[in-house]
């Protein structure tokens, strides 16, 4: 018994990429974002993500620019490290998660907050010009505004698409509505996650995502 279905990996590619276009509502984006929209279409499977996207004009520049300034990449879970392609990186840049870190629990223990709030105030040394990833913690991104507000001291760009029924949708607002400043993209609503916050990075990190140099996606 066969099937019929596609076998090549490069026909599969371009195929995916044409319907993705033929099929999400792109008009609203510049360019540079659109690119980084249509990588996040391809991770969910779902073109009408794209209707939920919030962003600055600026996010994919600044956060582009950041990267090659030697910027980390500051994530809230190991599944959003452990996703960013570090090929992609322009500068070897670190990606930082602590949510590993064998004090972490006595930390939001002693502070009476979730682990992913105090690996948040771990990172404050290095948040300054950073580019942060929050793919899963809404407790985090309302985390990183009050620190952000409290210290002044300021991302280069938030990517933040934590998911879930508890204080995602709302986060994702508080930041879409902050009037500190920052250049974000956020997927409103409860969707978000992992694979869609992976995705934004890896476009943005990679060069021809933004000049279109290599490949159409």
Same mark, same amino acid.
């Given at each position: 018994?066969?099937?019929?279905?596609?076998?090549?990996?490069?026909?599969?590619?371009?195929?995916?990429?044409?319907?993705?276009?033929?099929?999400?509502?792109?008009?609203?984006?510049?360019?540079?974002?659109?690119?980084?929209?249509?990588?996040?279409?391809?991770?969910?499977?779902?073109?009408?993500?794209?209707?939920?996207?919030?962003?600055?004009?600026?996010?994919?520049?600044?956060?582009?620019?950041?990267?090659?300034?030697?910027?980390?990449?500051?994530? /809230?879970?190991?599944? &959003? @490290?452990? %996703?960013?392609?570090?090929?992609? #990186?322009? +500068?070897?840049?670190? $990606? !930082?998660?602590?949510?590993?870190?064998?004090?972490?629990?006595?930390?939001?223990?002693?502070?009476?907050?979730?682990?992913?709030?105090?690996?948040?105030?771990?990172?404050?040394?290095?948040? /300054?010009?950073?580019? &942060? @990833?929050? %793919?899963?913690?809404?407790?985090? #991104?309302? +985390?990183?505004?009050? $620190? !952000?507000?409290?210290?002044?001291?300021?991302?280069?760009?938030?990517?933040?698409?934590?998911?879930?029924?508890?204080?995602?949708?709302?986060?994702?607002?508080?930041?879409?509505?902050?009037?500190?400043?920052?250049?974000?993209?956020?997927?409103?609503?409860?969707?978000?996650?992992?694979?869609?916050?992976?995705?934004?990075?890896?476009?943005?990190?990679?060069?021809?995502?933004?000049?279109?140099?290599?490949?159409?996606?």
């Amino acid at each position: 018994m066969r099937y019929d279905y596609l076998t090549d990996g490069s026909d599969i590619y371009r195929e995916s990429f044409r319907i993705i276009r033929e099929e999400t509502d792109l008009t609203r984006f510049p360019d540079d974002v659109a690119r980084v929209v249509v990588r996040m279409v391809h991770a969910a499977g779902a073109p009408d993500v794209a209707d939920d996207v919030a962003f600055t004009p600026g996010v994919v520049a600044a956060a582009n620019a950041a990267l090659r300034a030697g910027a980390p990449i500051l994530c /809230d879970s190991s599944m &959003v @490290a452990t %996703g960013i392609i570090a090929s992609r #990186l322009p +500068r070897d840049n670190d $990606v !930082v998660c602590h949510i590993k870190d064998p004090g972490l629990a006595a930390l939001a223990a002693e502070k009476s907050m979730t682990k992913t709030m105090a690996a948040i105030d771990l990172w404050l040394p290095r948040l /300054d010009g950073a580019v &942060v @990833a929050i %793919g899963n913690a809404p407790t985090a #991104l309302f +985390r990183l505004l009050e $620190v !952000v507000a409290e210290t002044g001291v300021r991302p280069a760009a938030v990517i933040g698409i934590p998911v879930g029924f508890v204080g995602a949708a709302e986060s994702k607002q508080a930041l879409a509505d902050n009037d500190l400043g920052l250049e974000y993209l956020v997927v409103h609503g409860r969707r978000g996650g992992s694979a869609l916050t992976v995705a934004a990075v890896n476009a943005i990190a990679s060069t021809d995502e933004l000049t279109n140099t290599s490949r159409q996606a």
